[in-house]
């Protein structure tokens, strides 16, 4: 607490957030976290290897809507090429992949699909094709059932707005990383750009991770019981649930 000076950088009840946040952790360090005041604020975020107007960036084509808008309607204007492609299909995200992409952005289970991705998958295979930076919107399954950076992602955002506050009072987001020079810059970036949390958001979204894992556990009961409810309803032609047949060894695999 002693380094704040200047709550733009940082402040106390950010620490305290953060401190107690689940760790998307994986073996190369420990997990750093920034909270910022919104989850799409990172795309835009001139790290090192991230996108400059003119590089290439690989996205998942079934992203939550707000991701897809940003890419389309603010990215692609102002120079970045970006491939959208189905990233359940390892070939099709090695066909698009070359060595001047930066970045891949992969969400999973997606929102409202509920697509599943193999996210070690993909992170094994960009690394062997590229030096993409991938990174994963874990806002359906937050930290609590999926640690995107076990799985040799980069980058692990989540919307805290979700289940992670869980409480529908705050609109927050947090970047997660292992990889010290990405937190650096997404510091310095935070800074320069001002895209801070406030105190009192930061409070109510540590109320809400202090019962993160009993909601986690009962909201996936609860609607894995509605699935298979309407899953066997005469009338209902299609449940879409990552509990599926399909999709449960995927869910599994993300999980570890």
Known sequence: MDSIFYTTLFKPNVALT?????RDLNTRGPGIQRGTA???AWPRWNMPNTPCPGDHIVSFDDVYGGTNRLFRALMVPRGFEITFVDATDLKKV???LRPTTKLVWIETPS???MKVVNIKGVCELVKRKCSAIVAVDNTFMSAYFQKPLDLGADISV???TKYMNGHSDVVMGAVCTSDAEIHERLRYFQNAAGAVPSPFDCFLVNRG???LHVRMERHM???LKVAKFLSSHPLVEK???PGTKVSVPLCQKNRH
Request: net charge neutral.
């Open 18 to 22: 953060f401190l107690v946040f689940p």
């Open 38 to 40: 919104w989850k799409n």
């Open 158 to 160: 989540h919307s805290l």
């Open 94 to 96: 090695e066909a698009v």
């Open 221 to 223: 009961e609860n609607g």
């Open 239 to 241: 449940v879409l649930h």
């Open 111 to 113: 929102n409202p699909t």
């Open 209 to 211: 991770l202090k019962t």
